[in-house]
């Protein structure tokens, strides 16, 4: 069964400070999805940035970046000149390709980082 | 609507009685997920639809709890004879069929609160 492990239960960093969240998964497919989704007060999970395992490129999306690392199984978070409203859980979730090997498409995440921001 | 929209927003009841939580998902999105996320978890999968079926219940914790979703639109998550664990906030996504671009929407969840 797949699994997704995030080590750091709080993470801390300066308002402008750059940040890098951990997460490592377990799986046994080839073609998967990786996303790191943040869940700020309101309890909405928010998708922050989307990772395809074909893709040999790290995804970025403005301040937010990955360093995705397929033979690790590694799939960090940089947030880069973080605001004082990047602070929230963020989780770091693993998709199955539809159909492939019997999946749903179903989610599976990790128990999060809880990530402060200092002004 | 534009988004997901979970009702009520917030539900406290006595341990026994019956819950309804609704969602309503984005328009046109054939499949829709619940799932149950406790205090200081990441999300748990429960149930899965592909338009009006359950297409996988596997993650339903026990008999206690049932979704339907009878015109592959509206979903109710039944739970019956509560238990002080059912506590959590219950979440709902919903997603065009097959893997457009792998992402799930969310709703703001509801919180049950079981006293």
């Known amino acids: 069964a797949q699994t997704v492990t995030q080590s750091q239960p709080e993470m801390s960093v300066q308002e402008a400070e750059t940040v890098t969240l951990s997460c490592t998964y377990d799986?046994?497919?080839?073609?998967?999805?990786l996303f790191w989704y943040k869940q700020p007060p309101s309890r909405q999970m928010i998708l922050v940035i989307r990772q395809e395992a074909y893709k040999q490129q790290n995804a970025t999306e403005n301040r937010f970046s990955v360093n995705f690392q397929k033979a690790a199984k590694s799939f960090s978070l940089k947030i880069s000149d973080s605001q004082l409203g990047d602070a929230a859980m963020y989780f770091c979730?693993?998709?199955?390709?539809?159909?492939?090997?019997?999946?749903?498409?179903?989610?599976?995440f990790g128990k999060g980082t809880k990530l402060s921001v200092k002004p | 609507g534009a988004g997901v929209s979970q009702t009520p927003s917030n539900k406290v009841t006595e341990k026994g009685k019956y819950v309804e939580l609704r969602c309503d998902p984005i328009?046109?999105?054939?499949?829709l997920y619940w799932y149950r996320q406790s205090l200081g978890q990441g999300p748990e999968f429960l149930i899965y639809f592909q338009g009006t079926g359950a297409a996988d219940d596997s993650g339903l914790p026990n008999d206690r709890f049932f979704a339907v979703r009878p015109e592959g639109s509206v979903s109710t998550l039944k739970i019956q004879r509560t238990e002080r664990g059912d506590s959590a906030v219950y979440l709902c996504?919903?997603?065009?069929?097959?893997?457009?671009?792998?992402?799930?929407?969310f709703g703001e969840g509801s919180r049950l609160t079981v006293l």
């Open positions: 328009s046109g999105h054939t499949a």
């Open positions: 979730a693993y998709r199955a390709e539809v159909g492939y090997g019997g999946s749903q498409g179903n989610l599976i």
């Open positions: 799986t046994s497919e080839s073609d998967y999805y």
């Open positions: 996504a919903s997603s065009p069929w097959g893997s457009w671009l792998g992402e799930l929407f």
